[in-house]
């Protein structure tokens, strides 16, 4: 097991209260937000960055399921993106919850192809694999679905899936938000020794950072028939690999978002012995194996704001509470009751509190501080939307910028 966050250097509860904001590089470029740009390994090709994924009620009878890859894409940066042509991307369903999928939804993409207005073009393909096949990185299970992605500014294409449902894959607005600047300005006060929360929380601006920018989407709907059935849970996840040796090598992961950017690797990456090795053994094991890695970071991060808590008379979660919370965020999968509407967190209270998807609409910063303050913090970063307006259709994602 690799050393737990309370056996290395600098482990301060303030240190552990700017990690559950989303820690975040000394360059702009360095953002991790729900999960963009959360490791070392993954920043050297956005194109298998995984930024979020989402799992929600698609309509009567129906899911839909959003991977988002290479965040931050500036407009112009967006008329010419495109899929990495050899990596594997995979959406995957664990029926039973265990932490190992039995159910996944493979795409590959092909070379791209230059249309007249200098934007991009790939074809794709969609496979679905089941049983014990479905845990692995591999490209292999029946062809559901062939299509063609969809370029910045183009009109919507979309793909018959086998069986029934829709394929999408193209560049669409990114509909995470969360103010940066408000939060480097938190972090740098939490840090040189404030700990007045009032003082803290007003560092936030209000204002979206990721307002304006892009994302390459995968979106499939299908029908809950063929993701477990209608009332039952399963957990949803996402891999990328890349080919290596004659085969796939897993680059990074996803289930909830923040679950690597807040536990792993705490220790801020401008500083002089960050390496970031943690959160990129993360990315590439298997969700059944994070409860083994990954529960002694969660306690000491939550036993750590714990203490600022205290520290500005609020309640800390007992230690029952800890190992609870952290037996309910891991393995790192997003939990889905099939046709619940729904969001991914209710509840004004521990014991209240109930976790289910996730809708690109979510506000999730303010559910996840909510959520690690024992609901001390609940107004979050002040950002509270996207700034586009997110269709009820399919793909489920405002066009891009």
Same mark, same amino acid.
């Given at each position: 097991?690799?050393?737990?966050? %309370?056996?290395?250097?600098?482990?301060?509860?303030?240190?552990?209260?700017?990690?559950?904001?989303?820690? +975040?590089?000394?360059?702009?470029?360095?953002?991790?937000?729900?999960?963009?740009?959360?490791?070392?390994?993954?920043?050297?090709?956005?194109?298998?960055?995984?930024?979020? /994924?989402?799992?929600?009620?698609?309509? #009567?009878? !129906?899911?839909?399921?959003?991977?988002?890859?290479?965040?931050?894409?500036?407009?112009?940066?967006?008329?010419?993106?495109?899929?990495?042509?050899?990596?594997?991307?995979?959406?995957? *369903?664990?029926?039973? %919850?265990?932490?190992?999928?039995?159910?996944?939804?493979? +795409?590959?993409?092909?070379?791209?192809?230059?249309?007249?207005?200098?934007?991009?073009? %790939?074809?794709?393909?969609?496979?679905?694999?089941?049983?014990?096949?479905?845990?692995?990185?591999?490209?292999?299970?029946?062809?559901?679905? /062939?299509?063609?992605?969809?370029?910045?500014?183009?009109?919507?294409?979309?793909?018959? *899936?086998?069986?029934?449902?829709?394929?999408?894959?193209?560049?669409?607005?990114?509909?995470?938000?969360?103010?940066?600047?408000?939060?480097?300005?938190?972090?740098?006060?939490?840090?040189?020794?404030?700990?007045?929360?009032?003082?803290?929380?007003?560092?936030?601006?209000?204002?979206?950072?990721?307002?304006?920018?892009? =994302?390459?989407?995968? =979106?499939?709907?299908?029908?809950?028939?063929?993701?477990?059935?209608?009332?039952?849970?399963?957990?949803?996840? #996402?891999?990328?690999? =890349?080919?290596?040796?004659?085969?796939?090598? %897993?680059?990074?992961?996803?289930?909830?978002?923040?679950?690597?950017? +807040?536990?792993?690797?705490?220790?801020?990456?401008?500083?002089?012995?960050?390496?970031?090795?943690?959160?990129?053994?993360?990315?590439?094991?298997?969700?059944?194996?994070?409860?083994?890695?990954?529960?002694?970071?969660?306690?000491?991060?939550?036993? @750590? *704001?714990?203490?600022?808590?205290? #520290?500005?008379? @609020?309640?800390?979660?007992?230690?029952?509470?800890?190992?609870?919370?952290?037996?309910?965020?891991?393995?790192?999968?997003?939990?889905?009751?099939?046709?619940? !509407?729904?969001?991914?967190?209710?509840?004004?209270?521990?014991?209240?509190?109930?976790?289910?998807?996730?809708?690109?609409?979510?506000?999730?910063?303010?559910?996840?501080?909510?959520?690690?303050?024992?609901? +001390?913090?609940?107004?979050?970063?002040?950002?509270?939307?996207?700034?586009?307006?997110?269709?009820?259709?399919?793909?489920?994602?405002?066009?891009?910028?």
């Amino acid at each position: 097991m690799r050393p737990s966050i %309370q056996s290395r250097a600098r482990r301060t509860p303030l240190l552990a209260l700017a990690g559950l904001a989303l820690v +975040v590089g000394a360059s702009p470029l360095l953002v991790s937000g729900a999960d963009h740009l959360d490791a070392p390994a993954v920043k050297l090709d956005h194109r298998i960055d995984i930024t979020d /994924v989402y799992a929600f009620r698609a309509g #009567a009878g !129906s899911t839909a399921l959003v991977l988002n890859v290479d965040g931050l894409m500036t407009p112009a940066a967006s008329r010419t993106a495109t899929f990495r042509p050899n990596a594997l991307y995979e959406l995957k *369903i664990d029926r039973d %919850q265990n932490g190992a999928a039995d159910l996944a939804y493979r +795409v590959r993409f092909s070379d791209p192809r230059a249309n007249a207005d200098g934007t991009r073009t %790939q074809s794709y393909v969609v496979r679905r694999a089941t049983g014990a096949e479905a845990a692995r990185n591999v490209w292999t299970g029946a062809v559901v679905a /062939v299509g063609r992605t969809t370029p910045w500014k183009h009109a919507v294409r979309s793909a018959s *899936i086998a069986g029934g449902g829709m394929a999408f894959a193209g560049t669409r607005d990114d509909p995470f938000f969360f103010d940066l600047p408000g939060f480097v300005t938190f972090k740098h006060e939490l840090l040189g020794g404030t700990t007045d929360l009032p003082t803290l929380l007003g560092d936030f601006t209000g204002s979206d950072t990721f307002a304006g920018t892009n =994302v390459l989407s995968i =979106v499939l709907r299908l029908p809950n028939e063929k993701l477990g059935g209608t009332g039952n849970s399963i957990g949803v996840f #996402a891999t990328t690999s =890349v080919r290596s040796n004659g085969g796939w090598r %897993q680059v990074d992961r996803m289930g909830r978002p923040a679950i690597n950017t +807040v536990f792993n690797g705490l220790i801020l990456p401008e500083d002089s012995d960050y390496n970031g090795l943690e959160k990129d053994a993360f990315n590439v094991q298997r969700p059944s194996n994070d409860r083994g890695t990954t529960t002694d970071n969660v306690t000491a991060v939550l036993d @750590a *704001i714990g203490g600022v808590l205290t #520290a500005n008379g @609020a309640t800390p979660y007992t230690a029952g509470e800890v190992g609870a919370i952290a037996n309910v965020l891991l393995p790192d999968e997003l939990t889905l009751t099939l046709g619940s !509407s729904a969001h991914f967190a209710s509840g004004s209270s521990l014991a209240t509190l109930a976790l289910n998807g996730r809708y690109p609409g979510d506000d999730v910063i303010d559910a996840e501080f909510a959520l690690l303050t024992n609901f +001390v913090i609940t107004t979050g970063d002040g950002v509270n939307a996207n700034d586009k307006s997110l269709p009820s259709t399919f793909p489920y994602l405002a066009s891009p910028h």
